[in-house]
């Protein structure tokens, strides 16, 4: 996985490749500009002082070469010239030219005077410019003056970055060493600016609301816990009652009601787990041939009355770290749906190293059981002892015929649910 970096940092990398690019730039561009400055004004000082040397030509017809300083040499006639100034311009050609050989740098001025005769000035311009041994010098000047300007600014900009990002990493800094019941609002110190601002009423905004659903949930529990259990106990005290009845009728009902009950009994239990905060609890379950039995024998009627052919298989025995009943719900639930998806079909469980898997052949998951649209909250519950968990759970259509629902009891934060 690609190591994330701070916000500052990110800033800070921006920044500086940004100002070693334009110093790396305005080096280049001054090194250029001098190199021009330096031909462009030989160029015009040629053009300024030639014209008063050619004029000497005016009414001489003899063919002369005339050094008039030490840079300059004026010449009477084209074929005069140096070899290497003939071979970049042509015999009626007048006005500057600046040329650069490997053995000389010279600026040319030709003009044409009286008789028509062209005449021309060669400047010397390797003698007066700037020696390798110059340019050195100054490269090296740039250079250092750019480091300089480099380092003072990456020590702004980082500086600068650390105060823009501080309230951010604040930020992230609380929301990473809160604990999960810490829901009051966030203030932040250093710079503040308006996308800061919307940020923290975001955050805050969902921390109040998430703060409100956590207390509905509390509240939601403790109802259950206290409110729905005490029927649940008057019904038992009654039942007790009605099992000294002889009457067959009776007792039928009695039955039917005890396993009522117990279903409920069993249901507010998981719902209570389910909403249960289970941090640091140690709790162990173990997957048995014992609790596979239980099972089967608590939906034993379901089955026969569906006409479901049912096998459970279980290769070995699993140790999890979860609530047992937890354990046998989410098992029991798996088992009931494909129970009720598949009349007059198979239904098979199978248990091996850390996985657990059913499979049906009955109406898959695009049809309807029992006349009834969906699966009911058998599912629903499924899926959230395999949240709690962190248990991989899927549930996906045969190839043939029927689903396949497998939970993956390999602890993972990437869950497929249905």
Known sequence: MKKLQPFSHKISTVFVCVCAFIISFYTIVVELTVHHAENLNSQQRLSLVAPHHLSLFNNNKLEQVIQTDPITTIYSHFHLLPKEVQSYIDPQWSGVLHIVEEDLEASIFAMANQQGRITYAVEDVGLIEWSDFDFIVVEIALFVFGVILFVATTFAVIRLSKRLSQPFSELASQLQSESDHQLSPIVTNGEQSKE??????????????????????????????????????????SLSLLRRNEDPTVAKQVKRIEHAMEEMEQLTQTFLLLARDEEGNQSQCEISQEVIDNIEQSIAKRIASNNVRYQATLTQNISLSAEPILVKSLISNLVLNAVNCSINGAVTLVIDSNKLTVTDNGVGLDGKSRGYEGFGIGLNVVRDICNKYQWQFSLVNNPDQGCTATVNFTTDKTRQDY
């Open 196 to 237: 800061l601002m919307q940020t923290l009423d975001g955050v805050n905004h969902f921390r109040a609301r998430i703060k409100e659903a956590l207390e509905r949930e509390q509240s939601f529990t403790r109802y259950v816990s206290h409110e729905l259990r005490t029927p649940m106990t008057v019904v038992k005290g």
